[in-house]
């Protein structure tokens, strides 16, 4: 799977909810394949003024436009 998104972006679940920021794409090391991305991203968003944080697969997630 391609990554459709990028660290900064914008985006909301497909179901809904508040606007999010990317702030990490779950990369990890594989001794043979170098750096390997997850599917995943570490989302951070604000409650009132309460941040929040997640991690959400990619196909759950949209650009908030």
Known sequence: MEQK???G??????????????TSDKTGT??????VWNGRY???????DEMKQGRFPQDALELDE
């Open 42 to 48: 570490d989302c951070k968003w604000f409650d009132g």
């Open 5 to 7: 998104f990028k660290i």
């Open 9 to 22: 972006d914008v985006v909301i679940l497909k179901s809904g909810g508040p606007s999010m920021t990317i």
């Open 30 to 35: 594989d001794f043979h394949k170098g750096k």
